[in-house]
């Protein structure tokens, strides 16, 4: 069975910057990250994991990601998973 990896990084260069993310190879996609193959993270890379929760179903990763991204999803990740 495949799992769905929601993570987020926070940038060792610029330790107030978070990149949240879904993949389905954890260690292939942080590698990615701290390589700048992501435009939307590469100019603060590198990168360390702070928390990653996997789920057997794509849809409700790609459902909690998306609530990670939100305004109560980034405040809940600040209290809870930093």
Not at 55 to 63: G, I, L, M, Y
Request: glycine fraction near 4%; include cysteine; charged fraction near 25%.
């Amino acid at each position: 069975m495949s799992m769905h990896h929601v993570y987020i990084l926070q940038s060792i260069a610029a330790p107030d910057q978070f990149y949240t993310g879904l993949t389905d190879d954890l260690d292939r996609r942080i590698k990615e990250h701290n390589r700048g193959a992501s435009p939307h993270s590469a100019k603060f890379a590198p990168w360390k994991l702070l928390s990653c929760h996997s789920f057997a179903d794509r849809s409700t990763a790609a459902r909690f990601e998306t609530y990670l991204k939100s305004g109560s999803g980034r405040a809940f990740a600040r209290r809870h998973l930093r």
